[in-house]
């Protein structure tokens, strides 16, 4: 089965923690993104990567990190410097950056 | 700035109806487009895409139309059944530097049984 995975579903962060979101896709694709997504909000890009090693910030990439040391793979940490992260984080990867994008699921992050 | 938009926020049909829903964009630049579509809690799924050298292609139950002239986007579904219900967000291709998508807001679609 081909596709784009997210893991966790659910994540809950502490005020000052760290927290790292997995997204994993076997598409073979080069280009990956992550997106935030908030209640009545359209998908506001954080950060992308368009090749292995290399990665460029969005619109709203404060207090966020990515690295993409596998074409596999791209994770994103919302660190502690993010003073509002709770919402709805999307993960989608293309062929290229102009190409259309499939999504994961979704991980919902909300603050304890 | 330039931006991607929806001319109506909420739609509601009866089963069985014809759906349209619509997108405004001011990229005259943009030269690619798409609709998805997203239920409740999930990640956007892709419905059919469109680019700038043809006005009208279909898919299942599903036609974009583009009209270049006016900037103006429009996902027709025929026959609309309640699994039809989702939010729908046009997208297209970003001109600025870095070739991504930039996305609508979107339209929720309520089909009533």
């Known amino acids: 089965d081909g596709g784009i995975t997210q893991s966790p579903k659910y994540l809950f962060r502490k005020e000052g923690q760290n927290v790292t979101l997995s997204c994993e896709q076997n598409?073979?694709?080069?280009?990956m993104y992550w997106y935030r997504q908030d209640p009545g909000q359209g998908l506001r890009l954080i950060y992308y990567s368009q090749i292995v090693n290399d990665f460029q910030k969005g619109d709203i990439a404060e207090g966020y990190s990515v690295s993409r040391e596998k074409k596999e793979s791209f994770p994103l940490t919302v660190t502690s410097a993010q003073k509002n992260p709770t919402a709805f984080y999307l993960c989608?990867?293309?062929?290229?950056?102009?190409?259309?994008?499939?999504f994961g699921p979704g991980t919902r992050l909300l603050v304890l | 700035g330039e931006s991607v938009g929806l001319h109506l926020p909420t739609l509601s049909v009866q089963e069985g109806d014809n759906s349209i829903i619509n997108c405004a964009y001011s990229n005259s630049a943009s030269d690619y487009f798409i609709w998805y579509k997203q239920e409740s809690g999930k990640g956007p799924q892709f419905i059919i895409d469109?680019?700038?050298?043809?006005d009208k292609r279909q898919g299942q139950r599903v036609t974009v139309l583009l009209n270049k002239t006016v900037k103006h986007l429009s996902l027709q579904i025929a026959a609309t059944q309640p699994g039809d219900s989702a939010v729908y967000f046009c997208?297209?291709?970003?001109?600025?530097?870095?070739?991504?998508?930039?996305f609508g807001k979107g339209t929720m679609l309520l089909v009533s049984p």
């Open positions: 989608a990867s293309s062929i290229r950056t102009e190409e259309t994008q499939y």
């Open positions: 997208a297209e291709n970003r001109d600025s530097g870095y070739s991504t998508l930039t």
């Open positions: 598409l073979n694709h080069d280009a």
């Open positions: 469109i680019r700038s050298n043809m």
